[in-house]
Nanobody, 116 residues
Framework: QVSPVESGGALVQAGGSLRLACVLS????????MSWFRQAPGKQRSLVAT???????SYVPSVKGRFTISWDDAKNTVYLQMTNLLPEDTGVYYC??????????WGQGTQVTVSP
């Protein structure tokens, strides 16, 4: 079973940058999609960015132009580069792997806090 492990969360001032990483415990065969979600305090978990292994990345409007999702096949790791961070970007960020054949795996989350 794939076990994503996130890292890179921190406390940062507004306007700052962070890079989150999500390492997969094993390689996935076939088609799959890697995504980053976040859960702000008191809110539901929501999609931030997604990248299929055979397609282009996509982003929610609130992060487009500020966040970049990327995949390093050699390191079996997906990244989320976040720039020009805003207080509303605060939350727990989760990595998700969705296999075409049905596997759905979540990491434990990493906390990002953006101070005004």
């Amino acid at each position: 079973q794939v076990s994503p492990v996130e890292s890179g969360g921190a406390l940062v001032q507004a306007g700052g940058s962070l890079r989150l990483a999500c390492v997969l415990s094993e390689r996935i065969i076939g088609r799959y999609t890697m995504s980053w979600f976040r859960q702000a305090p008191g809110k539901q978990r929501s999609l931030v960015a997604t990248i299929p292994n055979m397609g282009d990345a996509s982003y929610v409007p609130s992060v487009k132009g500020r966040f970049t999702i990327s995949w390093d096949d050699a390191k079996n790791t997906v990244y989320l580069q976040m720039t020009n961070l805003l207080p509303e970007d605060t939350g727990v960020y989760y990595c998700n792997v969705l296999e075409f054949l049905g596997g759905d795996y979540w990491g434990q989350g990493t906390q990002v806090t953006v101070s005004p």
